[in-house]
């Protein structure tokens, strides 16, 4: 059966373009998805775990359903401070139903935005989000920057649909009329396509943006002849390039939210977009990874008024991103039971963290056997969002978009099962 | 030798993301890619291993060459391996130096651990309920 117009449920592009050629409850052919897209739903289907799993005595064994979740809900209750952690691999509906939990609960709910755009978060809080949707980016831009990101190999086909090879509705000859920038410590196989590689010494992004800013402001006076490793020239030839664009855009990735300096060199960055926009029309928008990590902001703010690492032990919700994020609250050893919903930390946190984990009651909630399924007591297996379950999900332009199923492999969706775990936490604990 | 460790994506990490008890992701995330003239100081061919002791602990990994990755700094695919070197310090951002921790590089013979091993060595238990 082939199922056109599918939604790509991989990284923060969301492709809509998918289709998808299934026969029975197997994928055998996936067009227009970019390589992790097609891995992602070529193979999803066959790593599943077949039923929920519990650890006991220092073995697995296998368990049901009903039995998974009376642990959860347990664990969950019998907690002082639990953490309900993940949230960016799931639909909006199972997003929702994680914060009312949390707060039920008196918990803390943090998404993985705090490992990688929180930053960006903190950086929008402080000075404002010149964003736009990617399709002003497609039909208008004339100048692409992308600064601190690889998109051939963490969104690959960020530059077909909207970028560099995208075709513009104001732009005769897109492939031609674009101009590339690309800001990056290695030299990546993005930077053999770009007009100018701008080569930055680890953790020089701040001095390099600011240096940009003084020169747009019309102060090269003060910029020295290099400036972490950049040349005064290439930075001046950078400068001209922005401020010629009739319509620039800029994105970046964890290059800035993750090196020295973090949200302030995000902080920057936006207001380089504010110099440039005194001169032309310039916006600015973080390459989102997960799918829907996006979401995660949306619904924990219009729930909360706080995007990500929020903590209800107050009774109101309280947000201190360096105190009520998942890392700190892991590396302090002050979460006492954790609720994983689709997101690896196994994978993707520092050790510390995870000798903490280990050590506490948790539960899982994922589709597959990952890196954090050692690390906890028990795991549910749920289906996959844009595979055999629907759900709303928002692209990293913070574009709501609808994520269709095509097949039924007979799980229950990820909002079914949280929505099982609060109904015995409100057995108890009555909202 | 002394490197500035960075981490982040690279396509056959992410390719290995859905299936990660799966040999692929292991070999997408246990390498070390260093500039060529860093491999040659540390005495070593592409594909022999070499030990990385960070702020946090240490790890083995196979070495790639790779000509983008400036002298004096290592690139290792976000992933297991790269965690177990990275401090869990976040100077109140929430976030770790996943891209600015310095490292020690040595020659080595050991093996690279599997990704099980790693995580029964914080206490985890492997699961193998799914091998074939």
Not at chain 1, 99 to 118: F, K, N, Q, R, W
Not at chain 1, 272 to 279: A, F, G, I, K, P
Not at chain 1, 404 to 430: A, C, N, Q, W
Not at chain 2, 71 to 100: C, E, F, L, Q, W
Request: include cysteine; hydrophobic fraction near 40%.
């Amino acid at each position: 059966m082939i199922h056109e117009d599918m939604i790509c449920p991989f990284c923060g592009c969301l492709c809509d373009d998918l289709v998808i050629e299934t026969e029975g409850t197997e994928v055998v052919r996936v067009d227009n998805a970019c390589t992790l897209g097609s891995h992602k739903l070529m193979n999803a289907g066959t790593h599943r775990l077949k039923s929920p799993i519990m650890r006991e005595g220092g073995a697995w064994r296998d368990a049901r359903y009903e039995e998974a979740i009376e642990y959860a809900a347990g664990i969950l209750l019998d907690a002082d401070r639990p953490l309900l952690y993940g949230w960016s691999s799931t639909q909006g509906e199972a997003q929702g139903t994680g914060v009312s939990m949390a707060e039920l609960l008196g918990g803390v709910i943090d998404s993985t935005t705090s490992v990688c755009h929180g930053p960006s978060i903190l950086a929008i809080q402080e000075v404002g989000h010149p964003g736009c949707t990617l399709g002003q980016v497609k039909n208008r831009a004339d100048l692409i920057v992308y600064w601190g990101c690889n998109p051939t190999e963490a969104h690959p086909r960020h530059m077909s649909r909207y970028t560099t090879y995208a075709d513009g509705y104001f732009l005769e000859n897109a492939f031609r009329d674009r101009k590339l920038i690309l800001v990056d410590v290695r030299k990546t196989e993005t930077a053999s396509i770009a007009d100018e590689f701008v080569q930055v010494k680890p953790g020089g992004d701040y001095a390099v943006l600011s240096a940009l800013r003084a020169i747009v402001r019309g102060r090269e006076d003060v910029v020295p002849p290099t400036v972490a490793g950049v040349t005064k020239e290439q930075l001046l030839r950078v400068a001209a390039l922005c401020k010629e664009a009739k319509f620039g855009a800029l994105f970046f990735g964890v290059g800035l939210t993750m090196s020295p300096g973090k949200y302030k060199n995000v902080r920057n960055a936006i207001e380089l977009v504010d110099e440039l926009s005194r001169h032309t029309k310039f916006t600015l928008t973080p390459l989102r990874g997960h799918y829907n990590v996006y979401g995660s902001n949306e619904v924990f703010t219009w729930m909360t008024g706080y995007p990500y690492a929020v903590d209800f032990s107050r009774q109101i919700a309280f947000y201190n991103p360096g105190e009520t994020t998942a890392v700190d609250l892991m590396a302090r050893k002050e979460c006492d039971a954790a609720l994983i919903v689709a997101s690896d930390p196994g994978a993707h946190f520092p050790k510390k963290c995870l000798e903490h984990l280990a050590s506490i009651p948790s539960v899982l909630i994922d589709p597959m056997h990952t890196m954090t399924t050692p690390l906890v007591r028990c795991q549910i297996p749920t289906a996959v969002t844009g595979m055999d379950a629907p759900g709303t999900a928002y692209r990293m332009d913070g574009v709501p978009i609808h994520v269709k199923k095509f097949m039924d492999l007979g799980y229950p969706t990820d909002t079914e099962i949280i929505g099982s775990i609060f109904e015995k936490v409100k057995e108890v604990r009555h909202p | 030798m002394k490197a500035l460790f960075n981490t982040g994506r690279t396509s056959a990490q992410g390719q290995g993301l859905e299936a990660k008890a799966r040999p692929e992701y292991m070999e997408a995330t246990s390498v070390c890619m260093m500039n060529p003239v860093d491999l040659m100081d540390l005495d070593l061919e592409e594909g022999e291993r070499v030990h990385v002791r960070g702020p946090a602990g240490e790890v083995v990994l196979t070495t790639v060459l790779n000509e983008g990755v400036p002298r004096g700094t290592v690139y290792v695919p976000m992933g297991p391996y790269a965690n177990a070197v990275i401090d869990a310090g976040t100077h109140a951002t929430g976030m770790p130096d996943y891209k600015s921790c310095m490292v020690d590089l040595e020659a080595t013979d050991d093996e690279v651990k599997t990704p099980a091993d790693l995580m029964e060595a914080v206490g985890g238990v492997a699961y193998r309920g799914d091998e074939e």
